[in-house]
T-cell receptor, first 112, second 114 residues
Framework: GENVEQHPSTLSVQEGDSAVIKCTYS??????FPWYKQELGKRPQLIID?????GEKKDQRIAVTLNKTAKHFSLHITETQPEDSAVYFC???????????FGQGTRLTINP | NAGVTQTPKFQVLKTGQSMTLQCAQD?????MSWYRQDPGMGLRLIHY?????ITDQGEVPNGYNVSRSTTEDFPLRLLSAAPSQTSVYFC???WGGGRNSPLHFGNGTRLTVT
């Protein structure tokens, strides 16, 4: 079945620097790739998503890139701020099934 | 709109007890699902439903039952709780299919089985 690997598991960056989280997936038919942010004690919330017909998508300081050939996609956060500290999850769709498979999560810490 | 509402927020069970985690949404979403979240393992799909009367298994369905009698409600039943079911449970819903539209999560239920 579909497998989604997420790296790194923890990431610490200085405020103002950029952060990059990468996910790889196994099903070449996957066509939907969302990213969720989960603050401590809260529910996951969608921050950005991308579909397989697009290579890159941006929303202010957040961007996602997709490389279908290599089967990986990445989350880029620029000009990081303390409120970016959270756990981030990537996910990929499963061909022929109405479900997503999630990565293991990345705990991002922004140091002031 | 309240969105996705989960009850209870916290629950402690003894091994072998049964209980039902409630999930309701008021967004008229056809798709609803249950995930469990364990440290270092991300969100794993337990069961999902693409509409009233239709349910299917996810990655980790053993020990859990679901039913979908209405569009709004999707309860998760633990028939005989085990310590391995200690986890945080999230219910989620979406307007489209579960593989191509954003999920809206509830606030979670933290379950401890002793």
């Amino acid at each position: 079945g579909e497998n989604v690997e997420q790296h790194p598991s923890t990431l610490s960056v200085q405020e103002g620097d950029s952060a990059v989280i990468k996910c790889t997936y196994s099903d070449s038919a996957s066509n939907y790739f969302p990213w969720y942010k989960q603050e401590l004690g809260k529910r996951p919330q969608l921050i950005i998503d991308i579909r397989s017909n697009v290579g890159e998508k941006k929303d202010q300081r957040i961007a996602v890139t997709l490389n279908k050939t290599a089967k990986h996609f990445s989350l880029h956060i620029t000009e990081t701020q303390p409120e970016d500290s959270a756990v981030y999850f990537c996910a990929a769709s499963i061909q022929g099934a109405q479900k997503l498979v999630f990565g293991q999560g990345t705990r991002l810490t922004i140091n002031p | 709109n309240a969105g996705v509402t989960q009850t209870p927020k916290f629950q402690v069970l003894k091994t072998g007890q049964s209980m039902t985690l409630q999930c309701a949404q008021d967004m008229n979403h056809e798709y609803m699902s249950w995930y469990r979240q364990d440290p270092g393992m991300g969100l794993r799909l337990i069961h999902y439903s693409v509409g009233a009367g239709i349910t299917d298994q996810g990655e980790v369905p053993n020990g859990y039952n679901v039913s979908r009698s209405t569009t709004e409600d999707f309860p998760l039943r633990l028939l005989s709780a085990a310590p391995s079911q200690t986890s945080v449970y999230f219910c989620a819903s979406t307007w489209g299919g579960g593989r191509n539209s954003p999920l809206h999560f509830g606030n979670g239920t933290r379950l401890t089985v002793t």
